[in-house]
């Protein structure tokens, strides 16, 4: 427990800087407030209505869909690296699970997960 004594004074202090850091802009900082600040903001366009904002759920599914293949190379890169030790079975392992990931490509790419219109 001694090598982690240094570990939590590190914490605890660079915990301190960023708190005392927030407080301090918050006390001293200037307080300007004004009917434009509080409105949302996006490319300098204004929504068209303030009480909907535009939302387009294709970037979340794209983003997930990114996420999902780029956690499968976590896992095909050790596979590829002990090939020769995990056998045959390891392989069949790892195409059905490949086969799996294939199959759920082609549905986003049916359903329309891909497109950006």
């Known amino acids: 427990m001694e090598e982690y004594g240094a570990l939590a004074i590190n914490m605890i202090i660079c915990g301190g800087v960023a708190l005392g ?36 759920p294709a970037f979340t599914i794209f983003a997930i869909l990114f996420v999902v293949f780029d956690i499968e190379i976590a896992f095909l890169y ?3 690296v002990s090939f020769d030790e995990i056998g045959p079975n390891g392989f069949l392992i790892m195409a059905f ?17 891909l497109d950006w219109e």
């Not at 407030?33 to 949302?40: M, Q, V």
């Open 21 to 56: 850091l927030v407080i301090l802009t918050s006390l001293l900082g200037p307080k300007r407030p004004s009917p434009s600040k509080g409105e949302p903001f996006e490319t300098g366009f204004r929504l068209p209505a303030p009480d909907r904002p535009q939302y387009r």
């Open 97 to 113: 699970f490949v086969l799996v990931l294939f199959l759920g490509l082609l549905y986003a790419w049916r359903k329309g997960g």
């Open 78 to 80: 050790p596979w590829a």
